[in-house]
Nanobody
């Protein structure tokens, strides 16, 4: 079982940018889909973006056009580049893997989650 570890979060001002990383303990080449989710205080964990091995992507409407998901199979790492950040993007961000790409995928479909990385957008 490949373990995924998130990093790259921090405090950023509105309008700023951050790049999150999702580093795998082994090869991600065989992982069909990698997702980023986020969970804000008092809210449910929600899908942010997903990407397949061949580069097909899906995004939540709230982040489309501002966030870009990518993966580097050679480095066994996936990324979430975030631009034009808003206070409502404040959340703990998690990555995870799944056997297929879906536009909507309830967080309950995943057996476990990592620690996540905190993103705080505030002036």
């Amino acid at each position: 079982q490949v373990q995924l570890v998130e990093s790259g979060g921090g405090l950023v001002q509105p309008g700023g940018s951050l790049r999150l990383s999702c580093a795998a303990s082994g090869s991600i080449a065989s992982i069909n889909a990698i997702y980023w989710y986020r969970q804000a205080p008092g809210k449910q964990r929600e899908l942010v973006a997903g990407i397949t091995r061949d580069g097909r992507t899906t995004y939540a409407e709230a982040v489309r056009g501002r966030f870009t998901i990518s993966r580097d199979n050679a480095k066994n790492t996936a990324y979430l580049q975030m631009h034009s950040l808003k206070p409502e993007d404040t959340a703990v961000y998690y990555c995870n893997s799944y056997w297929r790409l879906a536009r909507t995928l309830d967080a309950g479909n995943f057996a476990s989650w990592g620690q996540g990385t905190q993103v705080t957008v505030s002036s």
